[in-house]
T-cell receptor, first 108, second 112 residues
């Protein structure tokens, strides 16, 4: 099946730093999504991307749908402690596939 | 107010038992899903239903049987529970299969 490779697996950063994570695949996707999961809760949608090349922001978060349709990245600027959590990319092409997640830790 | 709600939140039971997890969404969505999240947090789709009809059935043991009495509900029944079934099970819904999914808070299943 379609595999999504998400990296890095984990990040330990200082409050105020910028963060970047990405997902790549050998398959083309029609939609890329980014979710955040807090402990004890379900994933919550952060950003949805529907067109190749699309760049979308949501507050301090920015995500892009790669031109080749095989990758996407998520940037978080000026991180704060509540950014802690697991970030998942997801790609849709006939069905939704999730990356393995990036676990973000922010040190105050 | 809760958009996608699942019960119970925690389920601890013995190996070999049969259990059910319920899911309801009040978003008016047509499509509902069950996911399994393992201890490494990997999310894997199990089933997808659209308007009460099964759309996706990934390679899941037939001990797992989803049931959708109406498009707002998708329950998951598990027979003869095994140790490897321990995981967090998430229900989700979306307007249709290409729209972003809204997740419930998960059911933490622990098999003793």
């Amino acid at each position: 099946g379609q595999q999504l490779n998400q990296s890095p697996q984990s990040m330990f950063i200082q409050e105020g730093e910028d963060v970047s994570m990405n997902c790549t695949s050998s398959s083309i996707f029609n939609t890329w999504l980014w979710y955040k999961q807090d402990p004890g809760e379900g994933p919550v949608l952060l950003i949805a991307l529907y067109k190749a090349g699309e760049l979308t922001s949501n507050g301090r978060l920015t995500a892009q749908f790669g031109i080749t349709r095989k990758d996407s990245f998520l940037n978080i600027s000026a991180s704060i402690p509540s950014d802690v959590g697991i970030y998942f990319c997801a790609g849709y092409n006939n069905d939704m596939r999730f990356g393995a997640g990036t676990r973000l830790t922010v040190k105050p | 107010d809760t958009a996608v709600s699942q019960t119970p939140k925690y389920l601890v039971t013995q190996m070999g038992n049969d259990k059910s997890i319920k899911c309801e969404q009040n978003l008016g969505h047509d499509t509902m899903y069950w996911y399994k999240q393992d201890s490494k947090k990997f999310l894997k789709i199990m089933f997808s239903y659209n308007n009460k009809e099964l759309i996706i059935n990934e390679t899941v043991p037939n001990r797992f049987s989803p049931k959708s009495p109406d498009k707002a509900h998708l329950n998951l029944h598990i027979n003869s529970l095994e140790l490897g079934d321990s995981a967090v099970y998430f229900c989700a819904s979306s307007q249709d299969s290409i729209q972003p999914q809204h997740f419930g808070d998960g059911t933490r299943l622990s098999i003793l």
